[in-house]
């Protein structure tokens, strides 16, 4: 493979626009003229708050600030296959299978970066899947920790797309070929065949295998957008910038101010610094939102357990029909 997007095309990548928050108000708007469902972002720190039922109006829009956009997927037609790899190699021999299986939708969609080597590609379904993705793969020696993976998102998912702008430090989000999310309306992207996505995510599994990549056994006890209620008040979480704090603590700093941390209460191994999210929500207090799993993780005092003792009392009954 001579070429990591395709053969014979350049990796182009087309130059960003100004990041001045007055400039982003006309980029946020033209992302939503050409029918995405366009928020702003901070950047890799995600959206604002409130930002599922956040309104995108010109008058919304000239409210925001920040240098970032992303878009909505829930209730579009809007497609991602996100290529979250860790070297060039797998990135192109995903991007070879994926031109020779999938040509027409390859040839069409946006290719979004991200100033590293993962890579979005965007296009429409119409479909009533959700959100899903292929197992883990173990990354090349001297690469990092963080595993390969191949997932997809579509309108039936509660979440968000950076698309445009800012990343993080040193990093923004480009686009390969001639085409962007600026210059392409969604109603103009290539559908991708619902009855094909399970085999893509199949054959995207075959290919890291095929590259001598081990796949990682990862435990998965719990579905997205499930509440689990295992949180107890001497609990210590290490924070982002290495802080360990009790629960209890952390509950009275929870607010305003975005806290992220790691997952080690429950997943010992993990060494995503930004994994968690901590929240504070009315009665149900704190809550910590693992954003690998989607998942959201509470008090283990609120869950709504059974009653032993009435259970109890009720399989002591003799009914009529059981003489």
């Not at 686009?175 to 996505?197: E, H, M, Q, S, W």
């Not at 989607?294 to 009720?314: K, N, Q, Y």
Request: hydrophobic share 35%; proline share 7%; aromatic share 8%.
């Amino acid at each position: 493979m001579t070429n990591q997007y395709h053969p014979g095309q350049t990796a182009q990548a087309i130059p960003l626009q100004p990041k001045a928050e007055h400039s982003y108000r006309k980029v946020w708007r033209r992302i939503r003229d050409n029918g995405y469902d366009v928020i702003p972002l901070r950047g890799r720190d995600g959206p604002f708050k409130g930002w599922p039922k956040q309104p995108n109006d010109d008058a919304a829009i000239e409210t925001w600030r920040g240098k970032t956009a992303g878009i909505r997927m829930l209730g579009s037609t809007a497609f991602v296959i996100d290529l979250d790899v860790r070297s060039d190699r797998v990135r192109a021999a995903l991007l070879e299978m994926l031109w020779q299986q999938w040509p027409a939708f390859m040839k069409g969609c946006l290719r979004r970066r991200s100033g590293s080597t993962t890579l979005a590609l965007i296009g429409q379904v119409s479909t009533v899947r959700k959100r899903s993705w292929t197992a883990r793969f173990k990354p090349e020696p001297g690469i990092g920790d963080k595993p390969h993976l191949v997932e997809y998102f579509t309108g039936n998912d509660k979440r968000y797309v950076g698309v445009h702008g800012w990343h993080s430090q040193g990093r923004e989000y480009d686009y390969v070929g001639t085409r962007d999310i600026l210059n392409t309306k969604l109603g103009d992207l290539p559908c991708f065949p619902d009855a094909d996505i399970p085999e893509m995510l199949a054959e995207c599994e075959r290919v890291m295998r095929g590259l001598g990549l081990e796949r990682i056994a990862v435990a998965q006890p719990h579905t997205p957008g499930e509440r689990v209620y295992d949180l107890k008040p001497d609990d210590v979480m290490i924070l982002a910038d290495g802080e360990r704090i009790t629960l209890r603590e952390l509950e009275k700093r929870a607010g305003p101010t975005r806290i992220k941390g790691f997952a080690n209460i429950w997943d010992p191994g993990s060494k995503t610094p930004d994994r968690v999210l901590v929240n504070r929500s009315g009665a149900m207090g704190l809550t910590l939102w693992d954003t690998k799993h989607s998942v959201s993780h509470r008090w283990a005092a609120l869950s709504p357990a059974e009653d032993v003792e009435l259970r109890r009392m009720l399989n002591s009954i003799k009914h009529p029909w059981e003489d």
